[in-house]
Antibody
C-alpha cells in the first residue's frame, strides 16, 4: 500500500523560502508522476506543479518563477521549494501521486494523497 | 489555461435520494488518444481529498458503485445514486489534459 508523508517547517517568514519534502513508501518513486497541491484556508484546491520520473517538471504559471520541484530516487522522496513567500502562500500543502506513463501516452490522476501539512507565512 | 466551472456551489441532499452535480470546462478534455482527462475528487471535512472518478467515468479503487461519472467534451456530471451521510464534503473536478496548467473547479459542497 502506497503512503505519502509531507514534512517541513510549519512557519516561514515573509520573503524566505518554503521547503517541503514528501516521503513515499510502498512503491518506487521512479514508476510514477508526483505532484504538489495547496489549499489556502477556507478555499479550494490549487495545483502547484508536478514532476516525472525522469525529472521533467510542470509548474503552475502563476507560481512558475518561484517554484522548484525535485526528485531524490535514492531516498524515494520528492521536494518543493517556493521562494520569496508572502502571506498569500499560507496554505495546507499536499503531495500526491499523479499518474504514470503508458506507452506513447501518460495517464494523470491523483490517486494517493498525503495527509497535508499546514504552512503559515508570518513574521 | 482551461477554466473549470462547477455547479451548484452548494447541494442540499437527503439520505437515500439521488444527487447530481456538474462540471464544465472551457475547452474539450478529449485527448487525441481517445481518453478524457477529467477527474472527480471528494474532500471530506478535515481530510485530504480522495480520488472518486478518473478519466471521466472510471471509479477509483474502493469507491462505492453509487458514484458514477459521465459526460464528454466540455460537460461532465457526477451522480450519487443514493446519498449516504458519509458523502458530505466538497466535490472537485480537475482537468489534466493540459499538464502544463492543471486546474481544479471551485467545488460543490454537499450538505445533508
Amino acid at each position: 500500500q502506497v503512503q505519502l508523508q509531507e514534512s517541513g517547517p510549519g512557519l516561514v517568514k515573509p520573503s524566505e523560502t518554503l521547503s517541503l519534502t514528501c516521503t513515499v513508501s510502498g512503491d518506487p518513486i521512479s514508476n510514477y508522476y508526483w505532484s504538489w497541491i495547496r489549499q489556502p484556508p477556507g478555499k479550494g484546491l490549487e495545483w502547484v506543479g508536478h514532476i516525472g520520473s525522469r525529472g521533467g517538471t510542470n509548474y503552475n504559471p502563476s507560481l512558475k518563477s518561484r517554484v522548484t520541484i525535485s526528485l531524490d530516487t535514492s531516498k524515494n522522496q520528492f521536494s518543493l521549494k517556493l521562494t520569496s513567500v508572502t502571506a498569500a502562500d499560507t496554505a495546507v500543502y499536499y503531495c500526491a501521486r499523479f499518474g504514470y506513463p503508458r506507452g506513447d501516452w501518460s495517464f494523470y490522476f491523483m490517486d494517493v494523497w498525503g495527509q497535508g501539512t499546514t504552512v503559515t507565512v508570518s513574521s | 489555461d482551461i477554466v473549470m466551472t462547477q455547479s451548484p456551489l452548494s447541494l442540499p441532499v437527503t439520505p437515500g435520494e439521488p444527487a447530481s452535480m456538474s462540471c464544465r470546462s472551457s475547452q474539450s478534455l478529449l485527448h487525441s488518444n481517445g481518453y478524457t482527462y477529467l477527474d472527480w475528487y471528494l474532500q471530506k471535512p478535515g481530510k485530504s481529498p480522495q480520488l472518486l472518478i478518473y478519466m471521466g467515468s472510471n471509479r477509483a479503487s474502493g469507491v462505492p458503485d453509487r458514484f458514477s461519472g459521465s459526460g464528454s467534451g466540455t460537460y461532465f456530471t457526477l451522480k450519487i445514486s443514493r446519498v449516504e451521510a458519509e458523502d458530505v464534503g466538497v466535490y472537485y473536478c480537475m482537468q489534466a489534459l493540459q499538464t502544463r496548467a492543471v486546474t481544479f473547479g471551485g467545488g460543490t459542497k454537499v450538505v445533508i
